[in-house]
């Protein structure tokens, strides 16, 4: 019968950790970092670049290590353990103490240095793509920029991630500020005139929050009915240069692309804001702000002037 206490297993779980300190490198670091942020084997590999069956190998190298399991493995994903949770905390002080360390060393005059991830809708990565973020990198060529497209409300990650979202709360421990407003305007194709009543409009990222489905419905009559809906602006502007139905679509696409036509002349029906989601424990790294400073100073380019 085992007889050790409370206090004698703790003794144990943190000399465990504290070997576990001593042999990890950069490499387990963030194998450890990106499933706990992540939540699963494929979403973490994926974040890496590596193979899944490579990232469940490093996994188990970690806990036998630490002579603990990190990890419980469950259909909603992997959910950290107790020593999972001391492990990860320790890992992201490691984190920020080498962010912090690149930041110095760089200089004050030099570029930002390192990786910044971008989350949002397709549309406004790709306008980005399309617009300012060649001046970015050019200004910062040490800069490696990742653009990921995932739902919302996806958490802001722990590394230095600046995440674009229309009207979505923040969620775990993010704030947001209000980036700039995106007029939006009701278009028709030129091509093929849609049927007088069909129209195409935004499944909205949260069903509890459908401001721009609510924009969208008080452009339309009683007798109008909705034939196609999407998350993505490009999409829908797609279904109206088709021919499908009118659709209230970002000005700053829908005006440069062929074979659409405003239904109304004048200012746009709306502005929808568009706000930047970050992470208190990041947001002053130089990378972050040089990211924010880009966006703020590129907004009218990108989300804007047609």
């Not at 991630?161 to 979505?168: A, C, D, G, I, M």
């Amino acid at each position: 019968m085992d007889l050790r206490t409370k206090a004698e297993y703790k003794h144990i779980e943190n000399a465990n950790l504290h070997n576990y300190e001593s042999s990890m490198n950069w490499d387990n670091l963030k194998i450890l970092l990106e499933i706990s942020r992540a939540g699963s084997l494929t979403a973490a590999a994926h974040r890496l670049g590596m193979d899944q069956s490579t990232v469940g190998r490093r996994l188990n190298a970690l806990e036998s290590d630490v002579g603990s399991v990190l990890f419980v493995r469950s259909k909603a994903g992997f959910v950290a353990t107790e020593s999972g949770h001391i492990a990860v905390a320790r890992a992201q002080e490691m984190e920020k103490t080498s962010l912090r360390l690149d930041d110095e060393l760089s200089g004050p005059k030099a570029g930002a240095t390192g990786l910044v991830r971008l989350n949002g809708n397709a549309w406004t990565l790709q306008r980005l793509a399309e617009t300012a973020l060649p001046t970015l990198l050019q200004a910062n060529p040490d800069l490696d920029v990742h653009l990921e497209s995932t739902p919302p409300p996806a958490p802001v990650r722990g590394d230095a991630t600046v995440s674009l979202w229309f009207e979505v709360q923040p969620v775990t421990t993010e704030f947001a500020v209000e980036l700039g407003k995106v007029p939006y305007a009701v278009y028709q194709s030129a091509i093929i005139p849609p049927k007088p009543h069909d129209w195409v409009q935004f499944l909205d990222e949260r069903a509890d929050r459908p401001q721009i489905a609510k924009s969208a419905l008080r452009q339309m009559n009683d007798e109008d009915r909705t034939c196609v809906t999407a998350t993505d602006a490009s999409i829908l502007l797609s279904a109206v240069r088709n021919g499908i139905g009118k659709g209230l679509l970002p000005v700053c696409i829908a005006h440069a692309a062929s074979g659409l036509a405003r239904t109304n002349p004048g200012p746009p029906e709306i502005e929808r804001p568009l706000f930047m989601h970050l992470n208190p424990d990041t947001v002053e790294y130089k990378r972050i702000q040089t990211t924010m400073s880009w966006l703020r100073k590129s907004f009218n380019e990108i989300f804007r002037d047609p």
